[in-house]
């Protein structure tokens, strides 16, 4: 059982070059979660999925897009990197019903230059 | 607009003493407050919940009290140990969603 998986684990992108994070849980979760989390400002919530085949806008959406491919993955799409993406993201997995109580992965490192 | 705060950011302690971790928040339709705890390197990983009708949870040396009145709640730990030195991150859940502070980073002392 390894929980939250995410790849890669950093990441080094010129400006305007796109990528995505890939992000996998293996606990039959129904919720997932993108997160950033820059010095000073706690965790924001880039984009959720509720359920499967669902996605929504959190607190920071622009300049991402994510995909739900199934139960178990939620991706992260950077279209054109800005050096204001540079931070480190976590993707969180949560069981309904559970009281806000999220698994959260390793984290991706991500510098834009 | 910040809904939840963790005006302290950081607190140092001695080991075997008490470690007060205080959050504010302004959103009245939070139902679930919870503490995370986080080392360098590593996600977030859970701690500590709190329904928004209790007032106080307690698991081992982690207690949490909500004053729901005050929309503060706080961590307390003891007996703080080396192992504690982290960021704690509060959060409160609405709707799916987590509103997470900026984070408390806790040094213990021996």
């Known amino acids: 059982n390894a929980g939250v998986t995410q790849t890669p684990k950093f990441q080094v992108l010129k400006t305007g070059q796109s990528m995505t994070l890939q992000c996998a849980q293996d606990m039959n979760h129904n919720s997932m979660y993108w997160y950033r989390q820059d010095p000073g400002m706690g965790l924001r919530l880039i984009y959720y999925s509720a359920s499967e085949g669902t996605t929504d806008k959190g607190e920071v959406p622009n300049g991402y897009n994510v995909s739900r491919l199934n139960k178990r993955e939620f991706s992260l799409r950077l279209e054109s990197a800005a050096p204001s993406q540079t931070s480190v993201y976590f993707c969180a997995s949560i069981r309904t019903g559970s009281g806000g109580e999220q698994y959260f992965g390793p984290g991706t490192r991500l510098t834009v230059t | 607009d910040q809904q939840v705060k963790q005006n302290s950011p950081s607190l140092s302690v001695q080991e075997g003493r008490i470690s007060i971790l205080n959050c504010d928040y302004t959103n009245s339709m939070f139902d679930y407050f919870l503490w995370y705890k986080k080392y360098p390197a590593e996600g977030p990983t859970f701690l500590i919940s709190?329904?928004?009708?209790?007032d106080k949870n307690e698991d081992g040396r982690f207690t949490v009290f909500l004053n729901k009145s005050a929309k503060h709640l706080s961590l307390h730990i003891v007996p703080s140990q080396p192992g504690d030195s982290a960021v704690y991150f509060c959060a409160a859940l609405n709707d799916y969603k987590l509103s997470f502070g900026a984070g408390t980073t806790v040094t213990v002392r021996a």
């Open positions: 709190i329904s928004s009708i209790k």
